[in-house]
């Protein structure tokens, strides 16, 4: 039997949110012979997420286990931009906040399990620093578009090979070895668009594992920019066509379904959160429908915003 140890960073803002992904994650895995470690890293007032995840996970499978780790953010005063607080770094001290853990799978909490994620687990990671899926900044237009930010340079050569780190199989072993928190801590002082996912891409290039798109589904890719991955070489068609399928994970890394329910894929998420007793009450769903993003007068000041700051966002 497997066990497989998994883990979700975060802060006081994403307590709901986690309980939906771990709810999936252990109704995915019913027909499986597989177990899991829950590891849950996040900051001292999200600790009150003990109790509700411990129902969670006690009522769907005494065999897997739940381990709750209340810190004090190190990089707390790192740069925050897009909405996405200093809590998403805390995946940067993993390899020295579980010094027994020689491997593990970090997911984002706005992610949703559809299927089996033993394959991921089981991915050979011998000098390899993370196993990963590549993400939509390898489009051409996207890279252009980043490339003249000051630090782009540091991930020349990195095109087509870009991951989205929200899914990532990270080798804590390999993390210690090459002391890679040096460089981390020397980043996450710099202004860096994409945070600790530029930091990952920057410092473990030439050293990452890809894996199929199925295993990362970006909600807001749709279709046609799928085909534009096969285009552009970044993934077959087969794989492509699975990962609109078939997605073992759908990952909402733009507008969120508990913001926005017409977000693509957002009825999906809803259409799980709805069918969860536990989850009951955790969010508004009348507010998400009567959502559909920013308004003209929203738009504006967050563009004047953009000007002001003389800082491409």
Known sequence: MDHIKVVFCFDENLIAQVQVTVASLLDAAKAEPVHYDIYCVCTREAGRVRE????????????????????????????????????TY????????????????????????????LPIWQTELSGRILAAVKGAVNLTDKWEWNSDRPYWKLLEGQKGGYINAGVTLMNLEEIRKQRLEEQWKELAQEKLYYQDQDILNITCRNQICYLPPKYNRLAYMGKEDYNRFVEEGIYTQEECEEALSAPALIHYAGDKPWKRYDTNLGSLWWDYVNSQQELDGLFDEAAARSYHGPTVWQRAVRKCRKIASKEKL
């Open 52 to 87: 509700p995840l411990e129902r969670i996970v006690s009522g769907r499978d005494r065999d897997s286990s739940l381990h709750l780790y209340c810190v004090d953010n190190p990089y707390g005063n790192s740069y925050q931009v897009r909405g996405i607080s200093a809590g």
């Open 90 to 117: 805390l995946r940067l001290t993993l390899h020295r906040l579980l010094p027994e853990v020689d491997r593990i799978l970090y997911m984002d909490v706005d992610v949703l399990v559809c299927g089996s994620l």
